[in-house]
């Protein structure tokens, strides 16, 4: 079980069990949804930060609204990603890193889902 698993299990735990309660989140995606996108792209300690600040966030005193997660990574190389394709295929995107800004060094980005790709996989 990796460290990655280890947060996000219980994550996923909750929104089976919340699945049966009403919904009550005013951010898009939900509280638990943006945690578990936190920790599966950012290393542990910031996402708990991220998730336990957009928990805080979230009751009656904040607007709500779209708030997608902001993740810092480095992107690889275009060239690096033709090899990969042409020696493992068509990859099925399931998130989007959509930069924050279009400054050249850049390394903030926003996760987005594709929920597209899922229900086509299925």
């Not at 089976?16 to 951010?27: G, H």
């Not at 042409?86 to 929920?115: A, C, Q, R």
Request: glycine share 2%; hydrophobic share 35%; net charge positive.
């Amino acid at each position: 079980m990796t460290l990655k698993n280890f947060y996000i299990t219980p994550i996923k735990s909750y929104q089976y069990i919340s699945k049966m309660l009403p919904a009550n989140c005013c951010y898009y995606p939900t509280c638990s949804e943006y945690a578990k996108w936190q920790f599966e792209f950012n290393v542990p300690h910031k996402a708990l930060a991220a998730s336990s600040l957009r928990i805080l966030r979230c009751n009656q005193f904040f607007k709500g609204g779209i708030d997608y997660p902001l993740i810092e990574m480095h992107p690889q190389k275009p060239s690096c990603l033709l090899t990969f394709n042409t020696e493992y295929g068509k990859i099925d995107i399931l998130y989007w890193f959509v930069p924050k800004s279009m400054e050249p060094n850049n390394t903030h980005y926003y996760v987005v889902k594709d929920f597209d790709a899922i229900n086509r996989a299925t």
